[in-house]
């Protein structure tokens, strides 16, 4: 379903884990995870 759609750019933003309130570090895995599969989209877009 969302390779359906027409990327124009992406952007993670304000994902600061040394500060966070967050000791397990689970901004930076969703942050970093979600970025992943973004970029894996656009790939396969571009093979197509």
Request: glycine letters at 4%; charged letters at 20%; proline letters at 4%.
């Amino acid at each position: 379903r969302l390779r359906s759609i027409n990327y124009v750019g992406m952007d993670i933003v304000e994902v600061y884990p040394p500060y966070a309130y967050d000791q397990s570090n689970i901004a930076s895995v969703a942050a970093a995870t979600i970025g992943y599969r973004l970029a894996s989209l656009l790939r396969d877009k571009q093979k197509n």
